[in-house]
Each structure stands twice: as structure tokens, then as C-alpha cells.
């Protein structure tokens, strides 16, 4: 059963830069894509960014292409995601999710696995 543990989120002033982490445990990740999520009062859960972990393929949602890096920690069987120049429209609650599939989607009901969400608040 794949385990998933987000930490690192907070309260942070605009145009300031947080790095968020999953910890992944219960299967071998070799076959599996790694995935951010983020989800606003009363709006629908969007991607973020996803990364395959056998290689390292990324991809990223449009809004926020050039400020976020996905990025894998074999040793430690962690997924990081480093956010920069942050906006109040970056308020959420962020979740790590894992598809066990090659490919990467940005349709959260693809992923089987989640974690319980960290929030991250950016102030104006």
C-alpha cells in the first residue's frame, strides 16, 4: 500500500519561495508517476506538476510553468516541489499523489494514491 506524507507548507508573503515534500513508502516507485495537486476553497482539485520517477520526465501546469521545479530523491524516496515568486492566487491546500503508470496526466481522478494535503498560504 503506497504511504504518502506532505510536509512543508506555511504561510508565506508574496513573491517568496516555499519548498514542499513528499515522502513515498509501501511499493517500489520505478513504475510509478509522482504527482502535485492543489485545491481552493469551492474550486476543483488542479495539477501542478508531475514527474515520472523511472527517468525524470516533468511537466507542468501553465500557471505556474517557470516559478515551480518538481524534482525526485532516490535515497530518500521523496518528491520535492520548490515554489518560487508566489502569488495569492498559489493559495491552497497541496497534495502528492502517485499514478502507477509511466505516463503522466494532469487528471487528478487517474491517481490512485494520496496524501493528506499541506496548506500553503501566500499573502498580499
Known amino acids: 500500500q503506497v504511504q504518502l506524507v506532505e510536509s512543508g507548507g506555511g504561510l508565506v508573503q508574496a513573491g517568496g519561495s516555499l519548498r514542499l515534500s513528499c515522502a513515498a513508502s509501501g511499493r517500489t516507485f520505478s513504475s510509478y508517476v509522482m504527482g502535485w495537486f492543489r485545491q481552493a476553497p469551492g474550486k476543483e482539485r488542479e495539477f501542478v506538476a508531475g514527474?515520472?520517477?523511472?527517468?525524470?520526465?516533468?511537466n507542468y501546469a501553465d500557471s505556474v510553468k517557470g516559478r515551480v521545479t518538481i524534482s525526485p530523491d532516490y535515497a530518500k524516496n521523496t518528491v520535492y516541489l520548490e515554489m518560487n515568486s508566489l502569488k495569492p492566487d498559489d493559495t491552497a491546500v497541496y497534495y502528492c499523489a502517485a499514478r502507477k503508470s509511466y505516463y503522466s496526466t494532469s487528471d487528478y481522478r487517474d491517481y490512485d494514491s494520496w496524501g493528506q494535503g499541506t496548506q500553503v498560504t501566500v499573502s498580499s
Open positions: 514527474i515520472r520517477w523511472r527517468g525524470g520526465a516533468t
